[in-house]
């Protein structure tokens, strides 16, 4: 699961030594934004030695490079690729050759390092109009290594001309868009930062509209927001109790050769299955399931 994805700057080495205390589900390690023009190097040098020595608990290490229109992304990937990062993060994303362009680059890093091929994967964040409408030739521009796509809500709203809103009105539109091409191109989705760390009410409902659109998760700046985030992704003990119900029954049925069949008084057939077993296997993520499916 993706559903935390923590942002943490690589210019920090005491931040970065420590960040996977909060239990993020991932760590996005900034070489980016988050890092001074001038800083660049020192960020890359605490970086490295922080992914060679730190033990992270299982937490995801994702590496947030600097743009394609930059001097610094190939050292960036040399230096992730080098450290073992789990994945790379690829700035201002635009088109399905800025993916295969950051992939070639990891390619020739593995090699240099002798890092195992295909250990690197990537994912991209969205964050003009034509990364939004080239999203799925995106997000299938590297099936062996894309996990996702992320829409940057600051930059997105910036090219739409217009701002934050309650609700959320000005980024339907992109993520909607953005959502229907990784659901179609079998990758995750994640929605962008709320940056307004003193409205938690805010946050808390902006990650539920996230949830019912259908994003695997979110991008964050702060620990406090983590547990917001994982408790809304989590499933109800509801959800899990119909879940079990139908995956149970869905086993008993088609073992006789039944195909359609009640559950609760509902009709149930195989298009309801994986949409079970989902949320079985995020009860069980989560630590809410104790069943035995």
Same mark, same amino acid.
């Given at each position: ?34 890092? =001074?023009?001038?800083?660049?190097? @020192? ?6 030695? @922080? ?30 690729? @080098? ?40 994912? =991209? ?26 829409? @940057? ?5 910036? +090219? ?53 659109? &259908? ?38 049925? +088609?073992?006789? &050769? ?6 609760? &008084? ?28």
């Amino acid at each position: 699961m993706r559903r935390s994805m923590l942002f943490v700057s690589a210019q920090r080495p005491a931040l970065l030594k420590d960040a996977y205390v909060y239990k993020p589900d991932s760590l996005l390690l900034d070489l980016e934004d988050a890092v =001074a023009e001038n800083q660049k190097d @020192a960020a890359r040098f605490s970086l490295y030695h @922080a992914l060679k020595t730190v033990d992270y608990r299982g937490v995801e290490r994702v590496v947030r490079i600097n743009g394609l229109d930059t001097p610094h992304w190939k050292e960036d990937i040399r230096v992730a690729v @080098a450290g073992g990062a789990d994945a790379v993060r690829i700035s201002k994303c635009e088109k399905a050759d800025d993916v295969r362009t950051v992939v070639r680059h990891i390619e020739q890093a593995e090699e240099e390092f002798g890092a195992e091929r295909e250990q690197t994967l990537v994912m =991209a964040a969205l964050e003009s109009p034509l990364g939004i409408l080239n999203a799925y030739e995106i997000c299938t521009a590297c099936p062996e290594r894309m996990i996702g796509v992320a829409i @940057a809500g600051g930059d997105f709203r910036k +090219s739409m001309q217009t701002r934050y809103y309650p609700g959320g009105l000005e980024m339907l539109g992109g993520r909607s868009n953005m959502l229907l091409a990784a659901r179609a191109a079998g990758v995750q989705c994640f929605d962008t930062v709320f940056t307004n760390l003193d409205d938690m009410e805010g946050f808390r409902a902006e990650v539920e509209q996230n949830k019912q659109m &259908g994003f695997d998760g979110k991008s964050l700046i702060s620990p406090r927001q983590i547990a917001v985030v994982h408790e809304v992704f989590a499933p109800t003990q509801k959800e899990i109790l119909e879940a079990e119900k139908i995956v149970r029954a869905w086993r008993e049925n +088609s073992a006789l &050769g039944i195909g359609v069949f009640t559950v609760d &008084g509902k009709m149930i057939d195989i298009a309801f299955i994986p949409g079970a077993e989902r949320v079985i296997m995020m009860a069980k993520a989560s630590g809410l399931y104790r069943g035995d499916l």
